[in-house]
């Protein structure tokens, strides 16, 4: 626990104008942001006494070891970079609100030549046009199919699509009506794109004037003695307003505003959001969040309007957003709404009237939510408390395994060699502090000497990091070890394959160079030990692990393996395994953590496999781009072809010079088959051909 006074800056020291400020710990993480229109002012209430301090904020302050701040010019400047560094950093000690479920939208792809209506989840995309949230999928689904007898906008995917233009023929929905049936020419693409506007028209709230048109339309129709068609307008009519049944009216025409409410106690807060478009409720959200800082209602109105528009432009932010309590600076909040949306934003508290009425609505509703909140979380917490007490005394630790790490080997008969490390805290996946190893120290299939290279660079890495903090001394490391080749970033499910990086496709550190440096505030990727190691395996696998750690001097992490055969768990110097009860919530909970390894494991190996079989000779040419490549094999129609050919033959082919044709010819060269293949069924010679290879 630190002394807030031996990191306090002199008064003098920090200016009196706008800014965001930046608390860190004793290892240069950063565990809270927060903004102030005087930073000298608000940084003053951090080093009070500590008896006087809220318990949240005295926990804050005693664990940060140091405190920084940026000026900036405005109120608003201070809440933007406020918002982007809480989403950069993660602060513990920030209030941050966790989304419950992802939500489903109706989009239309704008962005297309032939619009598509659909469901949607997880982050917008640009040019897409979204309606809801919606708090289920089947809500959507019926009110699109109720608006396609009127908008026969396309539904169908890319694939189908093009199957259908290539052959003529319309799928089921073109043949009904609820498809105008682009795909086969049925109309333009500027007829369809008007069809998607007016649908996203209707959606958007502007109803009463386009059922007024088809009811003159009818009328005129029936006057005609154009029953046929008046009838047909008459059930278009009937289908829109079914349709708009389902969203019920709760305020005036045309009104577009966003609701928000809040419920709290003394730890959390959950938020509920109504989203109303042109007087119909089109949307439904909610949040809950811990509360890890000492906020008040204002600031809990705050953080959420950051959360809730902080990626939003254009009309996704309403002209009104109604709050139960104005945060703390109304006027920057809504100068940065303003902003955001490109035109004035009203942000209020409802006194009266449909509105207030509303709100009370959408306050039980946050109610409601959190009182759920807490009957799941209390059957969660208790549960996993058992699982970690069960395990605990199973194994014969001191204490709970708070953090568990958990490893297994992958591999195709000994080709691509991969390792995984998930990582549980209290029960629950961190998927955030995932990783993902390449064996490099030998070839071949051994799962047991798999198993200690991983270990080793894995708590290789957490011991130069205690050293580099002075909280160690390193023994020396076995000779031709090597601590980072190939230790790889953060990787979640979504990283790409073949990678060793964080979902954005970061190359391997080690050879990039991309490492965090101690005082980026970004936590390091090995720095925090785990209280119990779970292998993949045997009584093989769990002593090569222990073998690891005991030639790193470290002796205070605890190590098990769970056997798949009979879900045996075996300890390092136990010759009998350790049978947990079927039932146990011990056992249950120690097979998720090994499955969710076996699954991380098995993706990135298929990955990398998949990344090798597409590979092409021609990758090994340094400087020689996709273009390139392709321009090569169009020339000779072949590898073969092109490994056949002299460098003067090469240096015809435009872009070509004849220093890359001497790369190319070296490249192929030295990747040339030993031999051809034979169809041993037939005795015939397989002529090769990979010119398709490069993609």
């Not at 950093?89 to 619009?115: G, I, M, Q, W």
């Not at 807060?269 to 007087?279: D, E, N, P, T, Y």
């Amino acid at each position: 626990m630190a002394d807030p006074s031996s990191y306090r800056p002199k008064p003098g020291q920090i200016p009196d104008s706008p800014g965001v400020y930046r608390f860190r710990d004793d290892h240069r993480r950063v565990i809270y942001v927060g903004k102030a229109k005087n930073l000298r002012q608000r940084l003053a209430n951090y080093f009070q006494d500590l008896a006087s301090l809220h318990p949240r904020t005295r926990t804050m302050v005693t664990t940060a070891a140091s405190v920084e701040w940026t000026v900036v010019s405005t109120e608003v400047e201070a809440l933007q970079l406020e918002y982007s560094w809480i989403k950069e950093y993660d602060p513990r000690f920030n209030v941050k609100y966790r989304d419950d479920k992802s939500y489903p939208y109706l989009a239309v792809t704008l962005n297309e030549e032939f619009p598509r209506v659909q469901v949607m989840r997880g982050a917008k995309k640009k040019g897409v046009r979204y309606f809801g949230p919606y708090g289920h999928a089947w809500a959507i689904r019926e009110t699109v199919d109720l608006m396609l007898r009127v908008f026969p906008v396309r539904t169908c995917s890319a694939g189908v699509f093009r199957n259908a233009a290539r052959t003529g023929r319309p799928c089921l929905l073109g043949y009904i009506g609820k498809c105008s049936a682009p795909c086969v020419g049925r109309v333009t693409p500027e007829e369809h794109r008007a069809l998607a506007e007016d649908f996203c028209d209707f959606m958007a709230g502007r109803t009463g004037s386009y059922i007024r048109r088809l009811e003159k339309d009818m009328v005129a129709a029936a006057e005609e003695m154009e029953y046929e068609r008046a009838a047909r307008l008459r059930d278009d009519v009937e289908a829109l307003k079914r349709a708009m049944e389902k969203s019920a009216v709760v305020l005036a025409d045309a009104t577009d505003a966003d609701l928000i409410a809040l419920a709290e106690d003394e730890l959390e807060a959950a938020v509920q959001i109504f989203h109303v478009r042109g007087g119909r409720v089109r949307g439904q959200r909610g949040w809950v969040t811990d509360r890890v800082e000492n906020v008040g209602t204002q600031g809990l109105v705050e953080h959420a309007l950051q959360q809730l528009y902080g990626e939003e432009t254009g009309d996704a932010v309403p002209k009104e957003v109604l709050v139960p309590a104005l945060p703390e600076d109304p006027d920057a909040v809504s100068q940065w709404l303003a902003d955001r949306r490109g035109s004035q934003v009203s942000l209020r508290i409802p006194q009266r009237g449909d509105k207030k009425d509303l709100m009370t609505t959408v306050q039980r509703n946050a109610q409601q939510a959190l009182v759920l909140h807490k009957t799941k979380r209390a059957s969660d917490l208790t549960t996993r408390s058992r699982a970690l007490e069960e395990i605990a005394e199973a194994l014969g630790l001191d204490t709970a395994p708070l953090r568990i790490e958990c490893y297994d080997i992958s591999h195709l008969q000994g080709d691509d060699v991969v390792a995984s490390m998930v990582v549980f805290e209290d029960g629950l996946a961190r998927k955030s502090e995932y990783r993902r190893f390449q064996i490099k120290g030998f070839e071949g299939q051994d799962d047991v000497r798999s198993m200690h290279e991983v270990i080793s660079r894995r708590f290789r890495r957490y011991l130069q990091d205690k050293e580099r903090n002075g909280e160690w001394e390193e023994p020396p490391a076995p000779a031709g070890d090597s601590a980072s080749a190939g230790d790889s970033a953060p990787a979640g499910d979504s990283a790409p394959a073949g990678t060793s990086g964080a979902p954005g496709a970061v190359p391997d550190p080690a050879a990039a160079g991309t490492e965090p440096r101690e005082d980026d505030g970004r936590p390091r990727r090995f720095a925090y030990p785990p209280q119990l190691v779970v292998v993949d395996g045997g009584q093989p696998q769990v002593a090569a692990a222990q073998r690891a750690l005991d030639e790193l001097g470290i002796d205070d992490i605890a190590v098990c393996g769970l056997a798949k055969r009979l879900e045996e768990v075996w300890l390092p110097d136990d010759e009998d395994p350790v049978v947990l009860p079927r039932s146990s919530e011990g056992l249950y909970l120690l097979q998720r953590v090994r499955d969710e390894a076996h699954r991380f494991a098995i993706t990135y190996q298929r990955a990398k496999r998949a990344k090798r079989i597409r590979s092409s000779p021609l990758d090994a040419v340094s400087g020689l781009g996709e273009t390139r490549k392709q321009a090569l094999i169009k020339h000779f129609g072949s590898v073969k072809k092109l490994r056949q050919a002299t460098i003067d033959e090469i240096c015809e082919v435009p872009g070509i010079g004849r220093r890359t044709a001497e790369s190319v010819a070296v490249a192929l060269a030295s990747t040339a088959p030993a031999a051809p293949a034979v169809n041993t069924a037939t005795g015939e010679i397989i002529e090769e051909d990979d010119g398709g290879s490069t993609s």
